[in-house]
């Protein structure tokens, strides 16, 4: 083997090519969070909502499972009550923005261009584009996807998942990274499970406990306004709550982020 | 590198690639202020704990890596991925049992209310480096 230029070295025997270590290589033993760096990010957003007194909703789903539909109508129901603003994340295009603007709140959209998720620095420039010290409610709205948002945390206090009853009832097992994610899931457009034969409830239900989630299931229509009541409750005690654990201090957090190991830092040489 | 530059792969292959990359991006940063902290020419091997639960996939990860790493100190490392059990803890009987991804129940009394112990890790663990 030549051992100037590394030529003879391929992938199918670099392990051996490498090993032992020479003289002068070195071990590190690290135990760091891959997504260090977005984290940060997130608990610096974090501080900057928590200062203001903001609770910050993240919404998932997969694309078409009632998102924006049931910002709008919450918008309807609470924008006397809150001070409420949206952050819309998509691939391309304004219309989710335009269509909360028209309900009269504050709207930002984010186009991810071909990200398939938002992260923490995307959020915080959005930040730069609205009035924190104006916002009781922020809804971030993810982009539609049932994978890759999950591990991005983005510095909300609650992940909310939607599922809608157009999907199959058993979505909670097969994405169990998102679901098991989720401190709420909306189990949307129940007004359709009349015209529907093949979507259970208990069903979903069911595959949702089986990721040891005990997530409150908030089944409602937001079209036609059936069960409003429970999530507009669920986000008026989340908003109290946030608000007690700021003036503490302290802040509330998704229940779950995933990959929170506690960063650890550990150096030692081998050689 | 299959799938990375194939024009005619779907949507949701290609948005799916794109988070592995987010990830891979995130890892090379991170061995790179490693390696210069630890004054290091060239990195070796770089090991990492994926578990079943940390929303990313080993394969992909190592399509995507090159991408990442090209033209850096890693360029030339070799990824190591150790893949990390499901294992939970029943807060009601207080077993420690194996699971599966979307099965996250205690394995002795069945109960759903348990802790995930190991299987959400997305860890860079450690790298071999040479100075």
């Not at chain 1, 009632?66 to 952050?87: M, N, P, Q, Y």
């Not at chain 2, 799938?3 to 988070?19: A, D, E, P, Q, V």
Request: hydrophobic share 40%.
């Amino acid at each position: 083997m030549c051992d100037s230029c590394g030529c003879n070295v391929t992938p199918g025997n670099k392990h051996l090519a490498y090993k032992p270590i020479q003289n002068g290589g070195s071990a590190v033993s690290i135990l760091k969070k891959l997504l260090a760096h977005n984290d940060d990010q997130a608990v610096h957003n974090r501080a900057h909502f928590n200062m203001h007194g903001i609770l910050v909703i993240n919404l998932m789903s997969s694309p078409g499972s009632g998102k924006t539909a049931l910002l709008e109508a919450s918008i309807d129901a609470l924008k006397h009550e809150f001070r409420l603003a949206v952050i819309e994340g998509d691939l391309e295009t304004e219309n989710d923005a335009a269509r909360i603007r028209t309900h009269g709140v504050p709207a930002y959209q984010i186009t991810t261009g071909s990200a398939c998720h938002l992260d923490a620095h995307m959020v915080h420039e959005a930040l730069h584009h609205l009035n924190l010290s104006e916002i009781d409610i922020l809804f971030i709205e993810n982009v539609g996807n049932l994978v890759c948002p999950a591990s991005f945390d983005l510095g909300q206090h609650r992940n909310v998942t939607l599922l809608s009853v157009t999907e199959g009832d058993d979505k909670p097992a097969k994405y169990p990274v998102m679901f098991r994610a989720a401190d709420a899931v909306v189990l949307s457009k129940i007004d359709l499970l009349s015209v529907l034969d093949d979507f259970d409830p208990a069903q979903a239900e069911h595959h949702l406990r089986q990721l040891a989630s005990t997530a409150p299931l908030l089944s409602l229509s937001a079209r036609k306004g059936q069960g409003m009541t429970v999530w507009l409750d669920w986000l008026r005690h989340e908003l109290a709550a946030q608000r007690a654990h700021a003036q503490d201090g302290a802040t509330a957090r998704p229940h779950l982020q995933p990959n929170d190991t506690d960063v650890n830092i550990q150096t030692g040489f081998s050689s | 590198m299959p799938g990375i530059f194939m024009t005619k792969c779907c949507l949701s292959n290609r948005l799916r690639l794109m988070h592995e990359l987010s990830v891979c991006q995130a890892l090379v940063t991170q061995v790179i202020d490693i390696a210069q902290q630890n004054s290091a020419r060239e990195v070796l091997t770089i090991t990492l704990h994926i578990g079943p639960l940390s929303g990313v996939e080993p394969a992909l990860l190592v399509n995507a890596f090159p991408l990442a790493a090209a033209g850096s100190v890693a360029a030339s490392a070799q990824l190591v991925i150790e893949p990390q059990p499901l294992r939970v803890h029943c807060q009601t009987c207080g077993a420690d049992t194996e699971a599966t991804a979307n099965r996250l129940l205690c394995g002795v009394c069945g109960d759903y209310h348990t802790q995930l112990i190991s299987g959400d890790e997305l860890l860079l663990a450690n790298l071999e480096l040479m100075s």
